[in-house]
């Protein structure tokens, strides 16, 4: 068992530094990935309750795809597929816009849900009591749907932050692509990923603990 | 426009990787039920309390880190001490072991929703608590994390591209593979997209039928 550490005294000071700068990197590609997921996922929640027939069916199609589809196969369409007709994205791009695509479905999902949670009644009472559409929806609807949603969204991110390591096959230099590096340089595979896989769980365990602390009980 | 000879030929050097794809999906899932299976029991009914703790920690490691590193733990960081795992082998257990901490996850929080007077009332009745978890409390946990399973089958059905990471020879590895001969790289990704999206359809066809045919508790 000595044997499997040794490495890390050796060369850990060669390392550490690789590494944080990979999980700061992976960081921030999780993060602004899961922003435009948010965005792109509202907008899809607003498709979902257009009034507008032929916006539902496109976010019901929309979400379909999405949920049968591999990331996988969607950073490789952006990254490799479409500079064949002409449009090129950098590999951190596309790896934010394939991930927030994929992600976006989910949001949409987990809003309806949220919305779904509040009875209607809450609203009805709102507009009964003086408050314009707008006003209930802000004042009333939004932060019961907050909180209802908060939980389920960290566990969304958490689920992004570790497939943002996909982005590696597209040659994004985070966490993933690091470790592959420096596994080629150093030979020594398994504690090289094992530090990788620390450094994951270092930066998702802390969103998974707040989630279930955050979670409101099914009613 | 790509003619019709180019999209067969693609659509065969795809097809070859489908038998894996199912195979790994399969594999992986039947490890991960009943292994899950196993440690919600333990988990829920046994009380020891290190068991409860190791189950914890297992769960967390699992479920904090990205598929893609602990397949390279597996694949490489493994070999590295002489266990050489094929890619299929790696990545059956790659994914199962996964698998068995959402599903474990999924069929606690099942357990979790039964009301306590089930219990007490078949311990009442006169049932031996191995009977009471058999016959009352197992088929109504079963129901209810019915949709978080079907969820979480066709979550793997996509997760199995990530294999070809290891060069297990599944759909996404023979897109790979082909683009590096062929340069068609924006039909050969749509079309592997594609591809998923129809072993997916009927999968989640099937998981609303068994939802709709079981899920419902009859009160």
Redesign the interface.
């Given at each position: 068992m000595t044997g499997f550490f040794a490495p890390y005294g050796d060369y850990g000071s060669e390392w550490l530094p690789l590494l944080v700068k990979a999980t700061f990197n992976t960081a921030a590609l999780s993060v602004s990935a899961f922003a435009l997921a948010l965005v792109l996922g509202l907008l899809l929640s607003l498709c979902q309750r257009s009034p507008f027939a032929v916006l539902r069916r496109f976010a019901a199609v929309y979400v379909?795809?999405v949920?049968?589809?591999?990331?996988?196969?969607?950073l490789?369409?952006l990254y490799?597929?479409?500079?064949?007709?002409g449009i090129v994205f950098d590999a951190f791009g596309a790896a934010v816009l394939g991930l927030a695509l994929c992600f976006a479905a989910q949001v949409a999902e987990l809003l309806r849900a949220g919305l779904k949670a509040i009875p209607a009644g809450q609203a009805e009472a709102a507009l009964a009591v003086g408050f314009t559409p707008a006003q209930s929806f802000r004042l009333i609807i939004l932060p019961q749907v907050a909180r209802v949603v908060l939980s389920p969204m960290i566990v969304t991110f958490?689920s992004l932050l570790?497939?943002?390591?996909?982005a590696?096959?597209i040659t994004v230099d985070e966490l993933?692509l690091t470790?592959?590096a420096m596994?080629t340089e150093y030979?020594?595979?398994?504690q090289i990923?094992?530090a990788?896989?620390v450094c994951?769980?270092a930066i998702?365990?802390p969103f998974?603990a707040l989630s279930r602390r955050l979670a409101v009980p099914?009613r | 426009m790509a003619d019709l000879n180019l999209v067969t030929s693609v659509a065969q050097g795809l097809f070859a990787g489908v038998g894996v794809t199912v195979l790994v999906t399969v594999a992986s899932l039947a490890v991960a039920v009943m292994l899950g299976f196993a440690l919600a029991l333990v988990r829920q009914f046994a009380g020891i309390r290190l068991l409860n703790l190791a189950i914890d920690a297992y769960c967390?490691?699992l479920?904090?880190?990205?598929?893609?590193?602990?397949l390279?733990?597996l694949y490489?960081?493994?070999?590295?001490?002489g266990i050489r795992l094929t890619s299929m082998a790696a990545a059956v257990l790659g994914l199962g072991l996964i698998g068995t901490a959402i599903t474990c996850a999924i069929l606690r929080a099942g357990f979790a929703?039964l009301p306590h007077g089930q219990a007490e009332a078949a311990l009442a009745a006169g049932l031996t608590p191995l009977q009471v978890i058999s016959d009352i409390l197992t088929p109504q946990a079963m129901r209810i994390a019915l949709p978080g399973l079907g969820n979480y089958a066709?979550q793997l059905l996509?997760?199995?591209?990530?294999v070809?990471?290891i060069a297990a020879p599944e759909i996404?590895f023979f897109?790979?593979s082909m683009?590096t001969s062929s340069?068609?790289?924006?039909?050969?990704?749509?079309m592997?997209?594609a591809l998923?999206?129809l072993?997916?359809?009927p999968l989640?066809q099937a998981t609303r039928m068994l939802e709709r045919r079981y899920g419902r508790l009859k009160g």
């Open positions: 379909t795809v949920r049968g589809v591999p990331l996988l196969a969607v490789f369409l490799f597929g479409l500079p064949g007709i958490v570790k497939d943002s390591s996909l590696s096959l993933a470790g592959r596994a030979f020594l595979p398994l990923y094992v990788v896989g994951y769980f998702a365990w998974s099914a | 967390e490691i479920c904090n880190v990205p598929a893609l590193t602990h390279f733990i490489f960081g493994l070999a590295s001490l929703a066709v996509k997760d199995t591209s990530v070809s990471a996404m897109a790979r683009v340069f068609q790289t924006t039909l050969i990704y749509s592997a997209a998923y999206l072993l997916s359809l989640m």
